[in-house]
């Protein structure tokens, strides 16, 4: 039915345009590149910023309402609602994913998410100047392909989530000084607003959002899709080029676990309405600067961006008992040395590196991001992406992407020290974890205006960072996974 839909919009004549016609439609709505949003939130740098996404920081503004004649706004309602300052949107994205060697086994899933966004602007409501209330509600189904088949850490798909009905974000922001200061309060989410990558919203795979390492070692695997958390963020751009954002968050979104039985954070947070505030914190800091984003540059835009974060929790040594005797020796307490504090540092660049001279909303981005956070207290302790992606490569297809990008997770120091120690002590020769990394080839189709169907392929090198395979009796490692699938997606 999606596919169905999907194809009626491919043939409809609002498809029919030429590239001097969506460059001068873009500018009309503001869309050029240097002069709109970016993924976010700081100004577009990425001329092959996809048109939909499955990411939360994503900046998305076409729909299908205007394809649907008298139906797009029955009775007159969205546009009642509109001028009183409430707007909404409906996206539904599907997946069909599946393994064709490698993992722990094959398998192929079907997996969708539905996401109700509602933003509140109070200024035409109660004549409030500068404030907005914004959420998000998610109704999530399907099967997982990472959890289920593949074994991996860097998980093949950004929607991906135990099946739930659940609350995502839900805040009220106040703007102030001709909006250059925004302080935001309510449940949050991290990667709406940190460590993004512009480039990076086409990619289906989820560490091309959220950097891995990060996902990794924060508890409950910190506050991003689908678990944001009580939080504050103060945001200061004073001018277009400019922008400092910190963020203080609930340091974990499910609480801790108490039994195996219950180390799903996401069974533990079912619903997102834990609303946790007694947890240690996390503080994210940023800046970030946009650079030729002037009309009349003569070079491409481009974005730095340098961040870093602290938890103050505790965390667990990966090798040593509170003695500093390793896990893995006979002699050991088992109880981990403890860590007081836990912090790392990223940067990323986003930067256009050509533009068709007949279209300059066409031409190629590319994105470089990497991560660190300390060895003695981090499974990946390293985590660096790198991608190309390139908006209307052919002919006739003016807002299709086309993206290549890779990933790498590197297993700390101390985590393949407990393998080698591990082997030692048992005299049995297990795999010793190393990295993990994915390559991923995709190419988004627009159908029409809210519509894109999304052929994609990854390579994941090493699941898990080479463990071995839990189906496996001689212990062998889990082999790379090939994955292919089809992503649709539709938004009112």
């Known amino acids: 039915m999606l596919l169905a839909l999907a194809l009626s919009f491919a043939t409809s004549p609002a498809c029919a345009e030429t590239p001097a016609e969506t ?10 590149i240097g002069s709109a949003r970016g993924a976010g939130g700081d100004p577009q740098t990425s001329v092959a910023q996809s048109v939909t996404s499955s990411r939360p920081s994503a900046n998305l503004d076409t729909s299908i309402e205007d394809q649907l004649g008298p139906y797009g706004d029955p009775f007159g309602f969205r546009a009642y609602l509109k001028e009183r300052g409430v707007t909404y949107s409906l996206t539904y994205i599907g997946e069909s994913l599946g393994n064709v060697s490698g993992g ?10 539905l996401d109700l966004e509602i933003d509140v602007d109070l200024g035409p409501l109660l004549g409030w100047t500068g404030g907005a209330l914004h959420t998000n509600l998610f109704q999530i189904h399907g099967a997982g392909l990472s959890r289920s088949a593949v074994g991996n850490l860097i998980t093949i798909s950004g929607i991906e989530a135990l ?5 995502y974000e839900l805040w009220f922001e106040q703007k102030f000084f001709g909006d250059q200061f925004g302080l935001k309060i309510g449940q949050i989410a991290a990667d709406t607003e940190f460590a993004v990558t512009q480039t990076g919203t086409v990619f289906v795979n989820s560490t091309f959002g959220w950097p891995n390492n990060m996902a990794v070692v924060h508890p409950s695997g910190g506050p991003i899709y689908p678990l944001a958390v009580p939080g504050i963020r103060a945001k200061y751009v004073p001018n277009p080029n400019l922008s400092f954002q910190v963020g203080l968050f609930d340091g974990d979104p499910a609480g801790p676990a108490r039994g195996t039985l219950d180390s799903d954070p ?7 309405t834990n609303f946790r505030t007694s947890d240690p914190p996390l503080v994210i800091a940023e800046a970030s600067y946009a650079y030729n984003i002037e009309a009349g540059s003569t070079g491409e835009a481009g974005t730095i961006t340098l961040g870093g974060w602290y938890h103050f929790g505790r965390f667990d040594s990966l090798r040593f008992d509170e003695n500093g005797t390793s896990l893995a020796a006979s002699s050991s307490t088992g109880v981990p040395r403890r860590f007081r504090g836990q912090a790392g540092l990223y940067g990323l660049i986003d930067q256009t590196i050509y533009r068709e001279p007949d279209d300059p909303n066409d031409g190629a981005s590319v994105f470089l991001r990497a991560s660190g956070s300390p060895a003695d207290r981090s499974l990946v302790d390293v985590y660096a992406d790198v991608g190309i992606a390139y908006k209307g490569l052919l002919p006739g297809r003016s807002d299709d992407t086309i ?3 890779f990933g790498l997770s590197r297993i700390s120091p101390q985590a393949r020290g407990l393998d080698a120690d591990t082997i030692l002590a048992t005299g049995i020769a297990t795999p010793r974890r190393s990295s993990e990394a994915v390559i991923e080839a995709t190419y988004q189709a627009v159908l029409g205006p809210g519509v894109t169907l999304q052929p994609d392929f990854q390579y994941v090198f090493r699941p898990g960072g080479g463990i071995a395979n839990p189906r496996d009796a001689g212990g062998a490692r889990l082999r790379n996974a090939a994955v292919f699938g089809l992503r649709g997606t539709i938004r009112y």
């Open 163 to 167: 099946p739930s009905s659940r609350v």
């Open 23 to 32: 460059a001068a439609r873009l500018a009309a709505e503001g869309r050029a």
């Open 403 to 405: 993206g290549l990008a």
């Open 104 to 113: 722990f086994r094959r398998r192929g899933i079907y997996e969708g998410l």
């Open 266 to 272: 996401q069974r533990r947070n079912r619903t997102g």
